[in-house]
């Protein structure tokens, strides 16, 4: 693979600009900055580490002619999903199969991760101990032990990290947005305790059986353009099925968590915030499903709730199985008040008595956040927790029981069968 640095980037330039001395170059216009140029020291640099759906889609920045590039590097164990990522990076981007040479450069600031989710906490691990921040796709990790070990090698190593969720910085989709509803809880003007409600019948797809596994999969023999192995990585060794790869792995225990986990950052993580729970975990959790849950292949479920220790809850519904809700019912709502859909509220005009109370916090993007170093909006912190909140549901759903959960030792309560879901061994030679 060729590791040549191509262009001059944002960690280069700094480097050279102060041995350049007297000497005599001509310059591309665009290394100069100024009026409709941004030179390479304020670009911030990428590699994007899994170029399948989302990282193709929203990952890999094409590198237009006369500006400097963004995307340097690109790597992915199917050729085929390698090629349209180069395709779509145009030039001064190199291709890689193997994560660990693309952590070897030095002309890099930032490490993309749109790898299935049993990769995340070992590449972004990796990541920040080489001296990268990371932008990664949901779910923050496959379990909640490497969510903890992931959070504490971020804050050791002093990166930053944020998690690509929707709606934590604007609309939460069709009650208002994350910041007015924020306001609205500490406000207390709904009072205590408070429930939120994440179903279809609040416009909220879980695509559940979408993201249902296969129990009749036939072994198949594993295309030329796949490294299966690679793919595979820590997960155990299953039988090559192209259902088990590629946006259908969501389906299997191995690698992701069905809907539930493929959704459940994107839902709950603006719940986490608006609520004030960015820093905590719940205590009980207890979910409705088909008995006995299959032990590879994700399945179908009917209903969630999490319980906090003071009363908030919030109640996760399929739409899929078993019973639902009848319709008309708040998405928030506490003993003063409810929240509907458009702004719409009981007592009316909620939003509008919120004026003498003060604004949350600004959030601050990725970008930002790698500039200033101050924590990004949606870190490794508030990841963990909401994506915990997802794992703690399917845990729920595979033991078939209402659990009790300490929130700062992160274990269940007197039930080993679920504390050992809390883990997963990896394949050697890979460990956290």
Known sequence: MSRKNQGITRRAFLGKAAAAGAAFTIVPRHVLGGPGYTPPSEVITRAVIGTGGMGLAAHVTTN????????????????????????????????????????ERKDIDTIHIATPPHWHALIGIAAVQ?????????????????????????????????????SRFGSCYRFGSSKLLKKLVTSRLLGKPLTVRVTPKQGLNWKVKEWSGRRDLVPEIVPDVLDYDMWLGPAPVKPYHPHRVHGSFRGYWDYDGGGLADMGQHYLDPVQYFLGKDEEGPVEVSADAPWPPHPDAVGLWGTVHIRYADGDTIILQSGEW?????????????????VYESYRTDPPGLFDRLDRYPDPEPLIDFETAVRTRRPAGGNEVSSHYSCSLLNLANIAIRTGRTLSWDPLREQFIGDEQANQLLDQPMRAPWHL
Request: proline share 6%; charged share 30%.
């Open 322 to 338: 078993g019973d639902t809700d009848p319709d008309g019912l708040p998405f928030l709502e506490g003993p003063k008040g409810k």
């Open 64 to 103: 237009l002619e006369g500006k400097p590039p963004v995307t340097l590097a690109v790597c992915d164990v199917d050729s085929n999903h390698l090629a349209e990522a180069m395709d779509k990076a145009c030039r001064s981007c190199d291709a890689y199969t193997d994560w660990r040479r693309v952590l």
């Open 130 to 166: 080489a001296g990268f921040d990371v932008f990664a796709e949901k779910p923050f990790t496959r379990t909640i032990r490497e969510g903890r070990v992931y959070l504490e090698t971020v804050q050791r190593y002093g990166r930053i990290l944020q998690i690509n969720t929707h």
